[in-house]
Every structure is written in structure tokens, then in C-alpha cells.
């Protein structure tokens, strides 16, 4: 797993498989982490590069704080 900051927070994430594949990104649900597609990924490498992250105060990124966070809807 990778680190890198955004706006003063580490975020955590995964870029895996060859750079000439396509890119497909996957987002976890709230409440989770991007550990939630580690049974998916290994299908996907073959013939995908993938790029999982963990959501701010999830997993392993950074939480936010001072600022309050609200889903757009």
C-alpha cells in the first residue's frame, strides 16, 4: 500500500497490474475500506490496471478534521 497527501492528509491507496492495461478504479462503500475488493482484484489483473483507495477516516487514510463533510446528494 502507497501513501499520498492531499490537502495535508494521507490518503492510502493500491496501483496494481501493468501500465499498458486499461485503468479501472473501484471506490468502497462508507463505512468500509478498499479491502473490500481484495478477493476481486486478482481477476482483474490479468487484463486491467486498478486503483483502490481508502476514503477519508477509512482504512488506512487520514481522517479529516476541522471541517465538516457532508454526501452530495
Given at each position: 500500500?502507497?501513501?499520498?497527501?492531499?490537502?495535508?492528509?494521507?490518503?492510502?491507496?493500491?496501483?496494481?497490474?501493468?501500465?499498458v492495461?486499461?485503468?479501472?478504479?473501484?471506490?468502497?462503500?462508507?463505512?468500509?475500506?478498499?479491502?473490500?475488493?481484495?478477493?476481486?482484484?486478482?481477476?482483474?489483473?490479468?487484463?486491467y490496471?486498478?486503483?483502490?483507495?481508502?476514503?477519508?477516516?477509512?482504512?488506512?487514510?487520514?481522517?479529516?478534521?476541522?471541517?465538516?463533510?457532508?454526501?452530495?446528494?
Amino acid at each position: 500500500m502507497a501513501f499520498h497527501t492531499i490537502n495535508g492528509r494521507s490518503v492510502a491507496y493500491r496501483l496494481l497490474g501493468a501500465e499498458v492495461n486499461p485503468l479501472v478504479v473501484l471506490a468502497h462503500p462508507l463505512g468500509m475500506s478498499q479491502a473490500v475488493w481484495d478477493d476481486v482484484i486478482p481477476a482483474l489483473l490479468p487484463r486491467y490496471r486498478v486503483l483502490t483507495w481508502d476514503l477519508p477516516g477509512h482504512g488506512a487514510s487520514q481522517a479529516v478534521s476541522g471541517e465538516q463533510i457532508t454526501p452530495l446528494i
